[in-house]
């Protein structure tokens, strides 16, 4: 569980459900989502993230990644979008979404889905879709570099700083990652309605929002057609349509 203690201490006063989330981020669509799930009511708290929003000394003092989705439960910080929705299901449980039969197998469906986050996703969709749409002026990067402590995302927001972008070479290893996860996910839902068999589960949640975001920018799912037909699944949910199309319906208009 990944609680944390924030130095802007004002969210410690905050009651109830609170959730610090962008529209366009695939990890804050999990969380929505997983809310929609447990009819759970919450306090919204949005930020433009192409407007830089999340980046301030504020926001930065709630995570200190700078990263969204961020959840305040009266007061108690939790990040990192698996890790919340993970705790939701826990401390919420009903209706319960976790995998009755094979909770292990589940939860390595959820580490999965976040370890491909930074060196596989992001450079997908920064690449394909939207970093001319959140390049960072001068004075934002420096805002960036002073507030952000993470050498991983300090790399990854370095190379498309000051002018840069990423390149073939990104989007190729990018695609050989996601082409390995997704044939891995093809396989598990050969005969299953979804992931983890006929009982729809956090690993669903984990993984749908980056089917949206990745098929917004032009990913080739037409040769995964068990994929195909479970994201076709969702279209009629209503925690898909809460949690992801109310917010954005469509990411390659983003």
């Not at 609170?18 to 997983?34: A, E, K, P, Q, W």
């Not at 889905?113 to 990067?141: D, G, L, N, R």
Request: charged fraction near 25%; charge should be negative.
């Amino acid at each position: 569980m990944a609680v944390i203690v924030p130095t802007n201490k004002s969210v410690e006063s905050l009651k109830g459900l609170h959730l610090y989330h962008g529209d366009i981020s695939n990890c804050s669509m999990r969380v929505r989502m997983t809310l929609s799930e447990k009819g759970l009511d919450w306090t919204s708290h949005h930020l433009d993230l192409k407007k830089k929003e999340n980046i301030s000394d504020d926001y930065f003092g709630i995570n200190p990644k700078g990263l969204v989705p961020t959840l305040i439960d009266n007061g108690v910080v939790h990040v990192e979008s698996n890790e919340i929705i993970d705790y939701l299901d826990e401390h919420y449980p009903k209706p319960s979404l976790r995998a009755v039969d094979n909770e292990q197998e589940m939860l390595e469906w959820l580490r999965l889905a976040t370890s491909i986050h930074v060196p596989a996703v992001k450079p997908y969709v920064y690449a394909t879709m939207i970093q001319k749409k959140v390049q960072k002026t001068a004075e934002e990067e420096k805002k960036y570099q002073e507030l952000q402590s993470n050498t991983e995302l300090k790399e990854f927001h370095a190379k498309h700083a000051g002018g840069k972008a990423f390149g073939d070479e990104d989007v190729v290893r990018a695609k050989q990652t996601l082409e390995e996860c997704f044939d891995k996910l093809d396989n598990a839902l050969e005969g299953r309605s979804w992931i983890m068999g006929e009982q729809f589960t956090l690993a669903d949640i984990s993984w749908i929002p980056l089917h949206f975001v990745l098929i917004g920018c032009g990913y080739p799912f037409e040769n995964y057609k068990n994929i195909t037909r479970w994201a076709n699944a969702f279209q009629n949910k209503k925690s898909y349509q809460e949690g992801i199309t109310k917010w954005c319906p469509d990411f390659s208009k983003v």
